[in-house]
């Protein structure tokens, strides 16, 4: 039976030292998702401090887009998994199709919020028919000031209601500030 665990806070709050620390903790054969794209300099550098911090034997899947359809092969090779992050996959899911969301109308935004729940909802449904032991990794957006910014705003409801969603789904939640994890749910 899989187990689910979502680990959020703030930007540099802890949450994936700490999500990695869980895994570690599993001691067994583990997969890393990676939903973020190094499209510039700064989030190569991003993505190569955190290769340098998780473990070499620890393998890489990089991927946003239908995540779940690998989640089946993932479960036969490996036991641990942790995903990270789910702002990332949700801000690389909102531009895949290259939708202006400030231009967009209230419908087109709805459709796209449905298809990033859609494309959350099967991820949950995939690892409920493994054994994994599945950690993800997203940020508390709810704890600043709304953008005054359209793209902003959509952004951050988005990740908020998929944040919600996926609190409800999961066995366990961690919320992590200043370096320290508090267990909220399980």
Known sequence: MSKVILVTGGARS???GFA?????EQNNSTAYIATSVAFDDEMKERVRKHQQNRPKEWKTYEIYKDIYKIIKEIGENHQT???DCITLLVNNLMF?????VDNATEQEINELEAY???QVNKLIEEVRKTDLYFVMVTNEVGLGVVPSY???RVYCDFVGRINQM??????EVYFTV?????????
């Open 150 to 152: 359209k793209l902003g």
């Open 20 to 24: 990695e620390s869980l895994c570690k």
């Open 14 to 16: 802890g949450k994936s």
């Open 166 to 171: 996926l609190g409800r789904l999961s066995d």
């Open 81 to 83: 998994v942790i995903l």
């Open 178 to 186: 200043c370096g320290i994890p508090t267990k909220i749910k399980g």
């Open 96 to 100: 895949a199709d290259g939708i202006d």
């Open 116 to 118: 990033i729940k859609d």
